[in-house]
């Protein structure tokens, strides 16, 4: 017997919908250190934004995680000047192992027209716009979710305690094992050790490991070294090119079982890499590319630039039966001039 797939892909996603009344689209999407909203005007092709604190439920529970995704859409709306009843539709992808809760939570003082989905729905839409492919996201955690003729699969995305290979919290945790082991003489030397200290302003690598405990550190401030052990790899150091290979390997493990699951490996079809830790550049994507490309010939993989709020508005637009006044194109260059806008305020 098949197992169902581990994220649910809702149907009225997949099929062309009843034109909506409302002429106002909301996404968000909502991760582990922030959440982003942004409503689309239909008529005058614009775009407001709402900005709140993270909304991963694995992080800060159901209820906190509602709390950011309602401040960041009603601050979208209100630059908008909307009220619910304007809203044709409404998706919300959602950082976390499991969005039932927040999804719960939500309908008690929201309609269906707003319909929650994992975070990697949204990317999976940037990355292929909304068609047969797969997206791999790898920013603080990673994930990797596809559509096929098989239906849809995920794999990874359990979270920085059971997973989340190759993304930057991993990468900043298994730096630090790293200097650890150097430091007692357990694992081979690597200049990953004095980058740490240095980088977390302690005096030794023993205190950060302290600190790790003692403060603890965040996950943002662990992922946030995921960069300087990219450039150590890059310059060569043997330890922080094997972390950044291990994580590209369980990556693309988990592309390769979404790809046998979905029916997806005998094609041709888009891998949209989605992602602060692909900056790293060829150090991963290299070797991810290599393991991909062993499981499925035919991926044609690329960096995805645009952002994943987009993917949640294309979703919204598929769910309010206005695909054919959206795209990805215009969405990215829509989304640019809002982040303008508000960067200039």
């Known amino acids: 017997m098949t197992p169902e797939s581990l994220v649910v892909l809702p149907p009225e996603l997949t099929r062309t919908s009843p034109r909506a009344k409302g002429g106002f689209l909301l996404g968000i999407d909502g ?3 922030k959440t982003l909203a942004a409503v689309l005007d239909l008529e005058s092709g614009t775009v407001h934004l709402g900005h709140a604190g993270p909304s991963n439920e694995d992080a800060i529970g159901p209820v906190a995680a509602v ?14 000047g909307i009220a619910d009843g304007d809203l044709g539709g409404a998706v919300l992808a959602v950082a976390g192992t499991d969005t039932t809760a927040v999804a719960d939570h939500l309908r008690r003082t929201r309609t269906e027209a707003w319909t929650v989905v994992n975070d990697v729905v ?5 990355a292929t716009g909304a068609s047969d492919g797969v997206a791999v996201i790898a920013g603080t955690g990673s994930n990797v979710f596809g559509v096929g003729p098989g239906g849809p699969w995920r794999a990874g995305g359990w979270g920085h305690v059971l997973g989340d290979e190759g993304g930057a ?8 094992k790293a200097g650890l082991r150097d430091r007692e003489g357990s694992g081979p030397p690597t200049s990953l050790t004095a980058a740490l200290v240095e980088f977390f302003e302690v005096a030794s690598i023993e205190s950060l490991a302290t600190l790790v405990y003692s403060k603890p550190l965040t996950k943002s401030e662990i992922a946030a070294f995921a960069i300087e052990a990219g450039k150590h790899a ?3 150091d043997e330890v922080a090119r094997g972390i950044y290979e291990r994580g590209a390997a369980a990556l693309g493990g988990q592309v390769a079982a979404v790809v046998a699951r979905t029916g997806l490996a005998q094609g041709q079809f888009p891998v949209g890499l989605i992602g602060s830790v692909f900056r790293s550049g060829e150090v991963f994507t290299g070797p991810l590319r290599r393991h991909i490309t062993e499981a499925a010939p035919g991926a044609q993989i690329a960096p995805s630039v645009t952002p994943p709020v987009a993917g949640s508005l294309l979703l919204a637009a598929r769910l309010a039966g206005r695909s054919d006044e959206v795209d990805l194109e ?5 989304l640019a001039d809002a982040t303008s806008r508000a960067s200039a305020r």
């Open 122 to 126: 949204g990317a999976w839409a940037v």
């Open 31 to 33: 991760g582990a250190t």
């Open 169 to 176: 919290y991993w990468l900043g945790i298994e730096s630090i």
């Open 330 to 334: 215009q969405l990215e260059r829509l």
């Open 67 to 80: 709390r950011s995704l309602l401040t960041a859409a009603g601050e979208a709306m209100r630059s908008a």
């Open 234 to 236: 890059d310059a060569g």
